[in-house]
């Protein structure tokens, strides 16, 4: 009618409005960038606007419910009221999705890590190619915040606004649904329950002599299940299992801990990211030992199983399952690549102009320069000779 305008605040927006609303909705699409988050969810203060069905530009509450409006009011300033309506008005909005658990991976699975806290359990390809997306996020996306044509958003979890070919979306809803087979359970979910205690073997014989070690009473194994035979307490045992559990919400994407978290350390090459207190708590426990058991301090042994490396030489480290043999220097080098891993990279995952992925394991995504990254594929090389017989 007149005095009203389309809204056009994307292309085929027929609602009719003042040309005020009309400038305030172009403003909004110009906006919506410095109000969104690199995976496309709003930053706080800020909601979708939900204009129609999907429009995921980020504004304030108010500017919400003014689309909302517009939208009930269009009827009544159209020159077709009572004959059809252009635009619709949208849908409620789809009550949010509960947030992807944290799984614990199996063997030959990694967090897919399409954003932070992202535990889904992928194959290192499918990690990769995550990744990959992320990074061409940008080059996919509107000013507005929508895909371009032939795209669409991930939808990998709530609010995951990557634009991706549909394949690409199938392919991570597929991820998402194979997770729970691809694990051993989810991160936080509770204390297990107990598990029955492991009848001593072989590997729990003190110095060769055939007194198998065992745990006086009132102290039982501290983490079977990892072949970690230290004697501790129940409530101990407890910790540690409560510990094993919440790891995965204390590491990092790259595979060290996240502030204010540090490797546990009970054993040689044990990375389950907890607090200091708790490293200090779990290397009284080592202590202790030769009063906690009866066979001695053999069950430390056990726990802390010799080194796969020659001497002088020490697992990597450099994330989980990273058992490369490398000198302490280079082993600390690797750790600070770790700490510098993030400031070296862009918002979307990739890395900065300079840097490379390490690429020291399938799936390693710490950005380095080329140098260190070569590096790290010569410390590779040389693992076979560093390996004890």
């Not at 006086?216 to 101990?236: H, L, Y």
Request: net charge positive; with cysteine; aromatic share 6%.
């Amino acid at each position: 009618m007149s005095g009203f305008v389309y809204r056009d605040a994307k292309n085929g927006d027929g609602v009719c409005v003042t040309p005020e609303e009309r400038a305030a909705a172009k403003t909004q699409n110009v906006n919506a960038r410095n109000h969104t988050t690199p995976s496309g969810a709003c930053k706080s203060g800020f909601v979708w606007r939900d204009a129609w069905d999907g429009d995921g530009v980020c504004v304030t509450p108010a500017e919400r419910a003014a689309a909302k409006v517009q939208n009930q009011k269009d009827a009544m300033r159209s020159q077709y009221a009572g004959v059809a309506v252009p635009v619709q008005p949208a849908p409620p909005p789809a009550k949010p999705r509960p947030p992807n658990p944290v799984y614990l991976c199996k063997s030959g699975f990694v967090w897919r890590d399409a954003k932070d806290g992202d535990g889904i359990c992928v194959t290192p390809t499918e990690r990769a190619i995550a990744k990959q997306q992320n990074a061409n996020a940008a080059s996919r996306t509107t000013p507005s915040g929508g895909c371009k044509s032939g795209f669409v958003w991930r939808d990998a979890w709530d609010g995951d606004g990557t634009c991706v070919t549909p394949a690409e979306r199938s392919a991570a809803k597929l991820q998402n649904i194979k997770s729970a087979s691809r694990s051993n359970g989810i991160a936080g979910a509770g204390t297990p329950p107990p598990v029955a205690e492991p009848k001593p073997s072989k590997h729990t014989d003190a110095d060769g002599d055939g007194n198998k070690t065992n745990c006086k009473s009132s102290f039982v194994w501290r983490d079977p299940q990892n072949n970690d035979f230290i004697c501790v307490t129940r409530t101990e045992r407890a910790l540690t299992q409560k510990q094993n559990a919440e790891a995965a919400q204390h590491t990092t994407e790259s595979g060290g801990c996240r502030p204010g978290y540090v490797w546990r350390e009970a054993w040689d090459g044990d990375v389950t990211c907890v607090t200091k207190g708790e490293r200090a708590l779990a290397l009284a426990q080592n202590a202790l030992q030769g009063l906690r058991s009866t066979g001695g301090d053999g069950g430390m042994e056990q726990a802390n199983s010799p080194s796969r490396c020659k001497p002088g030489f020490v697992p990597r480290n450099a994330g989980k399952s990273d058992v490369v043999c490398v000198t302490r220097a280079e082993r600390k080098i690797a750790w600070r690549q770790n700490e510098n891993g993030p400031n070296n990279a862009t918002a979307s995952g990739g890395c900065r102009s300079g840097y490379v992925w390490r690429d020291a394991w399938d799936g390693d995504g710490v950005c380095v320069t080329p140098t260190e990254r070569s590096e790290a594929k010569a410390q590779n090389a040389r693992d076979a000779q560093n390996v004890a017989n």
